[in-house]
Structure formats: C-alpha cells, structure tokens
T-cell receptor, first 112, second 117 residues
Framework: AQSVTQPDIHITVSEGASLELRCNYS??????LFWYVQSPGQGLQLLLK??????LVQGIKGFEAEFKRSQSSFNLRKPSVHWSDAAEYFC??????????FGGGTRVLVKP | GAVVSQHPSRVICKSGTSVKIECRSL??????MFWYRQFPKQSLMLMAT?????????EQGVEKDKFLINHASLTLSTLTVTSAHPEDSSFYIC?????????????FGPGTRLTVL
C-alpha cells in the first residue's frame, strides 16, 4: 500500500527566508508525486507534479521540488517566502489510473 | 482550464435531514471523480471513487448507505449525506480526473462546508 509522511506538522519561517517542506513516500513502483497548497476554507491548488524525467521540478509561485528515489523523498522548496505563502501544504502520491494518498500536511506560518 | 466547481459552498442543516453536494467539471470530461472528507486541521481522507455510469467504490469504513454517490454524467457527480448527524459535519472536497489525460492528476473543487445542528 502506498503511504506519505510529512514529518513537520508546523513550520514557521520569516518572510524572505527560504522554505523546505519534507515529504517521504512509500510505494512499490515509480510513483506520481504531487504538492498541493490549501488556504483556509479553500480547496487544493496544485503547485507541481512529478511523473518522470528531470528529478527537479519547477512549479507555480516560485516553488520547486526534487525527487530522490534513493531516499523516497519529494521535498518542496522555495528560496524566498512571501507572506501569502502562509497556508497548509500537502504532499500526495499516486499510481497511474489510481487514487491519491495524501500526507498529513504541513502548516506554514510566515513571520513578518 | 481544468476547473472543478462544488455546490453549495456551505450548508447548514438539521440533524436527520439529507444534504446533496454537487461536483462539476466545467471544462473537461471526467470519467472518474473522487470524494474526500477533511476534518479541521487534518489531511484529506478519500471516501469514495465515483465512476461515470457505474457504482462508486467506497473506502474501508465509509458507509455506502450513508454517503450516496451518483455519477450520472461525464461532468457531474453528487454526494448525498443521508440522515445527517452532527458527527457528519466536515469539509467535503471533490476532485476530478480528465478522461483524456495520460496522468492521474486530479483537479480539486473548492470544497463544501457541512454543518449539522
């Protein structure tokens, strides 16, 4: 069975500082990996996805993520955080034609 | 492109009543839609997979008679919470997968906040 772990429940970062959110997955084959962001009371917005090819993936809003098969990780990064990046971030894993499994989420707080 | 809508965005109902939530793919056809439930400050839990023209597939522990799912067309799936009780209060989110897309990327609706009094 596939599973996703986001070790950090909360992260507080100063505006302008860098951000890294960790994601570890468990899946028997090459997974499809996703990062979503959710603002309070809202649905999910896709930040980026990895299916194959270049392991460094660029997404929207200045985010990027790196797929590391040896570590079963897909960490999300942003070089300089803006106050509007405060939200809940979810990592998800899925197989072709199959359902998604979400991690527990990481809440990001941005200090001015 | 790839917009998914949900209606209503918020609903408050009395205990014992039934509530229907609609999920629509606005600019693409979705043979598969998914229904998730999200409790406050928690992650999304998949409730069921809705396939157009066939019965939904429910996750373990989800009562199919409680949460009725109908996927009558390629752009519409509905979730009906029957005989709702306060413990059914939650944030319900649907997603849809484009039938012509090679990947299994899902596009999410904005969610429906259900409050049962």
């Amino acid at each position: 069975a596939q599973s996703v772990t986001q070790p950090d429940i909360h992260i507080t970062v100063s505006e302008g500082a860098s951000l890294e959110l960790r994601c570890n997955y468990s899946y028997g084959a090459t997974p499809y990996l996703f990062w979503y962001v959710q603002s309070p009371g809202q649905g999910l917005q896709l930040l980026l996805k990895y299916f194959s090819g270049d392991t460094l993936v660029q997404g929207i809003k200045g985010f990027e993520a790196e797929f590391k098969r040896s570590q079963s990780s897909f960490n999300l990064r942003k070089p300089s955080v803006h106050w509007s990046d405060a939200a809940e971030y979810f990592c998800a894993v899925g197989a072709a034609g199959n359902k998604l499994t979400f991690g527990g989420g990481t809440r990001v707080l941005v200090k001015p | 492109g790839a917009v998914v809508s949900q209606h209503p965005s918020r609903v408050i109902c009395k205990s014992g009543t039934s509530v229907k939530i609609e999920c629509r793919s606005l600019d693409f056809q979705a043979t598969t839609m998914f229904w998730y439930r999200q409790f406050p400050k928690q992650s999304l839990m998949l409730m069921a997979t809705s396939n157009e023209g066939s019965k939904a597939t429910y996750e373990q522990g989800v009562e199919k008679d409680k949460f009725l799912i109908n996927h009558a067309s390629l752009t519409l799936s509905t979730l009906t919470v029957t005989s709702a009780h306060p413990e059914d209060s939650s944030f319900y989110i649907c997603s849809a997968r484009d039938r012509v897309a090679a990947s299994n990327e899902q596009f999410f609706g904005p969610g429906t906040r259900l409050t049962v009094l």
